[in-house]
Protein backbone atom coordinates (compact mmCIF):
# COMPACT_ATOMS: atom_id res chain seq x y z
CA UNK A 1 0.00 0.00 0.00
CA UNK A 2 2.84 2.32 0.89
CA UNK A 3 4.66 1.65 -2.29
CA UNK A 4 1.84 2.51 -3.97
CA UNK A 5 1.54 5.60 -2.87
CA UNK A 6 4.87 6.72 -3.20
CA UNK A 7 4.33 5.97 -6.62
CA UNK A 8 1.81 8.01 -7.19
CA UNK A 9 3.21 10.22 -5.83
CA UNK A 10 6.40 10.10 -7.74
CA UNK A 11 4.15 10.60 -10.56
CA UNK A 12 3.15 13.54 -9.62
CA UNK A 13 6.62 15.14 -9.74
CA UNK A 14 7.50 13.87 -12.57
CA UNK A 15 4.26 15.21 -14.98
CA UNK A 16 2.75 17.90 -16.38
CA UNK A 17 -0.48 18.32 -15.00
CA UNK A 18 -1.61 20.63 -18.41
CA UNK A 19 -0.07 18.66 -20.65
CA UNK A 20 -0.16 15.19 -19.40
CA UNK A 21 3.30 15.01 -20.81
CA UNK A 22 6.21 14.53 -18.38
CA UNK A 23 7.88 17.81 -17.02
CA UNK A 24 11.06 19.87 -17.87
CA UNK A 25 12.25 18.84 -14.15
CA UNK A 26 12.16 15.21 -14.67
CA UNK A 27 13.93 15.96 -18.03
CA UNK A 28 16.54 17.29 -16.26
CA UNK A 29 16.69 14.53 -13.91
CA UNK A 30 16.40 11.88 -17.27
CA UNK A 31 18.57 13.46 -19.83
CA UNK A 32 22.12 12.69 -17.43
CA UNK A 33 20.89 9.45 -17.31
CA UNK A 34 20.16 8.69 -20.76
CA UNK A 35 23.23 10.28 -22.03
CA UNK A 36 25.37 8.19 -19.39
CA UNK A 37 23.34 4.99 -20.92
CA UNK A 38 23.44 6.09 -24.73
CA UNK A 39 27.50 6.73 -24.28
CA UNK A 40 28.40 3.34 -22.23
CA UNK A 41 26.13 1.32 -24.75
CA UNK A 42 27.91 3.44 -27.98
CA UNK A 43 24.57 3.74 -28.86
CA UNK A 44 22.72 7.00 -30.95
CA UNK A 45 20.10 9.45 -29.47
CA UNK A 46 18.36 11.83 -30.89
CA UNK A 47 16.45 15.16 -29.22
CA UNK A 48 13.44 16.89 -31.34
CA UNK A 49 12.67 20.28 -29.64
CA UNK A 50 9.69 21.80 -30.95
CA UNK A 51 7.87 24.87 -30.33
CA UNK A 52 3.92 25.75 -31.26
CA UNK A 53 3.86 28.08 -33.06
CA UNK A 54 0.54 29.97 -32.58
CA UNK A 55 -0.43 29.53 -28.96
CA UNK A 56 0.10 32.25 -28.15
CA UNK A 57 -3.05 33.41 -29.96
CA UNK A 58 -4.69 30.91 -29.10
CA UNK A 59 -4.32 32.20 -25.11
CA UNK A 60 -4.85 35.51 -26.43
CA UNK A 61 -8.48 35.00 -28.39
CA UNK A 62 -9.73 31.94 -26.57
CA UNK A 63 -8.36 32.29 -22.85
CA UNK A 64 -5.39 30.32 -21.44
CA UNK A 65 -7.98 26.81 -20.62
CA UNK A 66 -8.07 26.81 -24.48
CA UNK A 67 -4.58 26.96 -24.66
CA UNK A 68 -4.86 24.32 -22.23
CA UNK A 69 -6.87 22.27 -24.17
CA UNK A 70 -4.20 22.67 -27.40
CA UNK A 71 -1.34 21.45 -25.06
CA UNK A 72 -3.20 18.42 -24.06
CA UNK A 73 -4.24 17.61 -27.66
CA UNK A 74 -0.75 18.08 -29.12
CA UNK A 75 0.53 15.99 -26.11
CA UNK A 76 -1.84 13.19 -27.24
CA UNK A 77 -1.43 13.61 -30.98
CA UNK A 78 2.82 13.15 -30.46
CA UNK A 79 2.20 10.26 -28.24
CA UNK A 80 0.44 8.37 -31.09
CA UNK A 81 3.45 9.11 -33.15
CA UNK A 82 6.49 8.13 -30.97
CA UNK A 83 7.67 4.59 -29.88
CA UNK A 84 7.09 3.46 -26.34
CA UNK A 85 9.75 4.28 -25.06
CA UNK A 86 10.60 7.58 -26.44
CA UNK A 87 9.37 10.28 -23.96
CA UNK A 88 7.86 13.49 -24.45
CA UNK A 89 8.21 16.39 -22.13
CA UNK A 90 6.86 20.11 -21.90
CA UNK A 91 9.90 21.80 -21.93
CA UNK A 92 8.41 25.39 -21.46
CA UNK A 93 4.90 27.44 -21.99
CA UNK A 94 4.34 26.19 -25.89
CA UNK A 95 7.94 23.67 -26.13
CA UNK A 96 8.27 20.29 -26.17
CA UNK A 97 10.97 18.04 -26.11
CA UNK A 98 10.99 14.50 -27.51
CA UNK A 99 13.96 11.89 -26.55
CA UNK A 100 14.88 9.33 -28.53
CA UNK A 101 17.18 6.74 -26.80
CA UNK A 102 18.38 4.66 -30.25
CA UNK A 103 18.27 6.58 -32.63
CA UNK A 104 20.17 8.71 -35.73
CA UNK A 105 19.74 12.13 -36.97
CA UNK A 106 18.01 10.83 -40.07
CA UNK A 107 15.55 8.19 -37.48
CA UNK A 108 14.96 11.63 -35.72
CA UNK A 109 13.93 13.59 -38.73
CA UNK A 110 11.09 11.31 -40.11
CA UNK A 111 9.81 11.18 -36.26
CA UNK A 112 9.82 15.06 -36.58
CA UNK A 113 8.11 14.94 -39.84
CA UNK A 114 5.44 12.81 -38.46
CA UNK A 115 4.76 15.22 -35.47
CA UNK A 116 4.92 18.17 -37.53
CA UNK A 117 2.15 16.02 -39.92
CA UNK A 118 -0.03 15.43 -37.13
CA UNK A 119 -0.27 19.03 -35.78
CA UNK A 120 -0.61 20.49 -39.28
CA UNK A 121 -2.77 17.73 -40.26
CA UNK A 122 -6.21 18.63 -38.47
CA UNK A 123 -7.60 21.51 -36.67
CA UNK A 124 -7.18 21.60 -32.66
CA UNK A 125 -10.40 21.90 -30.21
CA UNK A 126 -12.97 20.18 -32.02
CA UNK A 127 -14.40 18.32 -29.91
CA UNK A 128 -14.48 21.55 -27.97
CA UNK A 129 -15.54 24.52 -29.99
CA UNK A 130 -16.87 22.31 -33.48
CA UNK A 131 -15.97 22.87 -36.82
CA UNK A 132 -16.77 26.33 -36.55
CA UNK A 133 -13.87 26.91 -33.47
CA UNK A 134 -11.56 24.68 -35.09
CA UNK A 135 -7.85 26.55 -34.52
CA UNK A 136 -5.30 25.73 -37.30
CA UNK A 137 -1.71 24.98 -35.76
CA UNK A 138 1.90 24.38 -36.51
CA UNK A 139 5.08 23.66 -35.14
CA UNK A 140 8.44 24.88 -35.40
CA UNK A 141 11.34 21.82 -35.15
CA UNK A 142 14.72 21.66 -33.80
CA UNK A 143 16.68 18.06 -34.21
CA UNK A 144 19.83 17.15 -32.15
Known sequence: MVALRVRAIRELTIRDDTASCFNRGYFEEFIVEELARA????????????????????????GHAMGSRTLLEVSGRVRGKIRKF???????????????????????????????????????????????????????????
Open 39 to 62: NRLKAPMSLIFFDMDNLKEVNTRL
Open 86 to 144: DKLFRFGGDEFCIVLPETEWHGATEVAERVRETIAGRPFLMATRGAQGAQPMTASFGIA
